[in-house]
């Protein structure tokens, strides 16, 4: 494949540079065996850890030697008993696991293998110097705390299990064969690796010129929970050796001296980690269980260049905002300026008096100068995280949790980890592969700047800072002309699953500019810039094409209803219906907008109503089944404008009970003799996918699928290929389920909720009281129920987790249900709902639609219907 412009920002493409290889195994146990850095270690945390920390006497070789014995004790079991399905379907269900099915055909290896240049003498680089090999000095890290009186010599002293020391040892392993040049910086080919089915990391040859190297026993673990945290996910991260290409050599110095700090040094560094980064008098810093006094703790990261001290070049804006309003108001008494009004007022008069006012004589401190020493007299000693540790802290998290949820923050990510550690969270058991996601340090980099754009814009979204959104927006759009150009080229006729396309930058600016599209939309100034955008994410035919059909529709409503061009409007929908890869929610909305302009009588041009008429008349409809429906009344009790109403459900002399919409319908269900109900909208088709294929979600390692110990779903769920991935083992677990009858299969999916309910994946069984409700909801459903629900979000989930009718209702005894949309007051069917009404309907599913009507609106809405009818 030809290079392109992309590897200017990240090397998709790598070179044809072939680095020796030395073919030795090394860590092959380490990338396939699903572990927590937190989970795991825990019990030897609490009773174990002291504050004295002795050498560790373990030996490299040692561990070594050790680590052959774990990988002998690997077994890999893979007889198939698929037979069983068709003369024992309950047995064959209980015994089914679709890594059996797995054919000699599909990825041979999707585990990293390593080779070390170091385990064998015949592949270490030969000197042509003359010179003999001189062992390595000490690090220079250890000499300059050794050479500081200060320093207490510590080190060390083993008090984990065997894996914690063991990632401690391949850490320091691997920064050092970075140091030394065997791993050089990533240029990866992700095209080769996806498209082949495995993955090696070649080492480059041993530098033997490098005299210094980085030492185990300099290494102090942490005795704080929330460093200890910390520490551990460096070491994870770096216990991988293909993430030290993604670190320069000055930045993987940082990264050792930060796994080098003294205990009390380690927690201060975390707690200012999770704050804003910003400056901070150290005055106002609290935290008596490190010390009473941070001050002389805050030097020794400042003397490490991990954060830093001088103000000196810092706008003097930016100090006065660290005064207190009394502070600033003693200064403007000073500078006898008029010190009414908010904290903002005074700053805004102090800046303008320095402004305005000159020194009396050449040659004397002007106001400013002395208004600097001023307010650094009153601020004390103050610090800012330096922003370089920052981005590389960022990088580490990145590489633990590439796919995080945008809205979380360090301080999300370490609350997590502490859940994790007291067992309040607990993920599945998976397996992660180790193909990489990222082909260079610049590809990683460029994700990370847009995926924080794209935290920016959904923060400023939420709180609705329209001006911020729409320059976050601009930005996108900038950066988009530099990466859509180049990815499209790269992935003309690429088999590079779209789960890993995800992580490409250019993906992640579209995305950041699709979220801005509204904020444009609220202006008449912006309106012609959301049109702009909107054409660029319609024309790119790189990411997000299944998206393509609800930006066709805004361009649309544009066009219709703020512009007033019907015209405009019905030449974008031509073009919209003949898009190929529409979904049959955006079809059906769009031939829905057809009917609805065919149907004006006035400010219609003959040629846009032939146009159409041929909409109408040539695109395929979906013809929509018949749905029952009933109307209950209710006394509403709030303002039906509101997002929520409040209804009166029971008005007794004793008692009244007021709840939502749906909580009216249920009482009306029950009633009615459903004696069971749940609001469930989207949660229930998930929980019963979850439930029944969770083998085939969880069990099974798809390249790049899992690449996240905290990860609560394969990442090509949310893809097309989830089923063609899996289409062998979800096929047979469908012949399986289907010889089951409702007794059985609500007997298994009973057995299999109360077996996963406990991991924090898609599963949201909440809405359930118990795993009895939820055999007993089966039950009701049937066989083929229950599977055609799941088959729906087996071919694309994400698309139909939204728009599931709200309610179910039951009654066990008598084997009915109901499976009920609930609308209120001017509220209408949406394109989905009605598409999964329709669906369950054909599935033979009794569903109904339940519209509820106040008493005192009741007779005038009944009019408007007739009216409309």
Known sequence: MAQTKIDQFYKIISSNRKCESVKKGIDKKSSNTRFSIIGKTKEGLS??????????????????????????????????????AYNSP???????????????????????????????????????SGTKFTPKKSSPIKNALDNSSEHAKIVRKKLFKDRIDELISKTIKNLNLAKEGAI???????????????????????????????????VIVPVDTYSLHFFLVIVTVFSNPINCGYFDQDERDLIFSLITLQSREQALLIRMLKRKCMWRRISNIKYDEIASDLKPIFDKLISRSIFKSNMEEEDISVLLNLLQVDELRKL????????????????????????????????????????????????GDCILLNIRVKEIVDRIITLLIPNRDPFETLADIFLMLLRVSTDQIKFPEITISDFPIFASKGHLLNYIEAKNTLFNVLSAIEEKQWETVRSLGTI????????????????????????????????????????????????????????EYLQILINQNCHMKNRKGQWYSELIKIEMYHRKNLDASVEILLDAI????????????????????????????????????????????????????????????????????????????????????????????????????????GAFPITLFTILFWDEIYDMNIPGAWVSLYQDAPLDLYSSEFY????????????????????????????????????????????????????????????????GI???????????????????????????????????????????????????????????????????SHSKGRKRKHEEL
């Open 332 to 379: 403007c008494q000073e500078l006898k300026i008029n010190s009414s009004g908010k904290k903002e007022n005074h700053i805004q008069s102090i800046l303008t008096f320095c402004r305005k006012t000159k020194s009396l004589f050449p040659g004397m401190s002007s106001p400013a100068t002395k208004l600097r020493a001023s307010v650094n007299k009153r601020l």
């Open 724 to 787: 063609e991935n899996r289409k062998k083992q979800i096929d047979m677990k469908l012949q399986i389920v289907r010889k089951f009858d409702e007794e059985t299969l609500s007997r298994h999916l009973k057995r299999e909720f109360d077996l996963h309910c406990e991991y924090k994946s898609i599963f949201q069984g909440n809405i359930f009281d118990n795993s009895n409700s939820f055999q007993e909801v089966t039950y009701c459903l049937g066989v083929e129920g229950v599977v």
């Open 476 to 531: 996108a759009a900038q950066h988009l002309s530099l990466f859509l150009e180049a990815e499209s080229e790269s992935l003309r006729d690429s088999t590079l699953p779209r789960h890993i396309r995800r992580f490409m930058p250019g993906y992640m600016w579209l995305k950041v500019l699709s979220k801005s599209i509204d904020a444009f939309k609220k202006t008449k100034e912006t309106m012609s810039q959301a049109i």
């Open 578 to 681: 003949s898009y190929e890869n529409l979904t049959e929610v955006d079809r059906l909305d769009l031939f829905e907008r057809a009917e609805m302009i065919a149907k004006k009588k006035s400010d219609i041009s003959e040629q846009t109503r032939n146009a159409i008429k041929y909409i109408l008349a040539n695109v395929p409809s979906k013809t929509l089944t018949f749905q029952n429906s009933i109307t209950i009344k209710g006394i509403l009790c709030g303002n039906t404008s509101q997002r929520k109403s409040n209804w009166c459900i029971t008005n007794d002399v004793d008692e009244q009970i007021y709840g939502s919409v749906e909580s009216l319908a249920l009482y009306h269900y029950k009633c009615k003799g459903y004696i069971k109900g749940t609001h469930c909208e």
């Open 184 to 218: 050089a910086d990533n240029n990866i080919n992700l095209e080769k690796v996806y498209s082949s089915g495995k993955f090696n990391l070649e080492y480059n040859s041993i530098d033997t010129t490098t005299s210094t190297r980085y030492e185990i026993n300099d």
């Open 90 to 128: 309950t047995k064959a269900i209980e015994n089914y696991s679709p890594t059996r099915v797995i054919e000699s055909t599909t990825v041979t290896s999707s585990i990293a293998k390593y080779t070390s240049p170091i385990k064998s003498q015949q592949q270490t680089p030969i000197m042509h």
């Open 47 to 84: 009773s174990k850890l002291k504050t004295s920390i002795y050498k560790n006497k373990q030996t490299t070789s040692k561990m070594s030697e050790k680590q052959k014995k774990q990988n002998n004790l690997l077994s890999h079991n893979e007889t198939s008993h698929l037979c069983e």
């Open 790 to 856: 799941c088959e729906r979000l087996i071919h694309n989930f994400p698309l139909w987790t939204a728009g599931f009718p709200d309610l179910i209702v039951w009654n066990v005894h008598t084997k009915q249900y109901k499976i009920v949309e609930v609308k209120g007051p001017g509220d209408s069917l949406s394109t989905k709902q009605k598409l999964w009404l329709d669906y369950l309907n054909r599935l033979g599913l009794n569903t109904e639609v339940c519209y509820c009507e106040s008493n005192a």
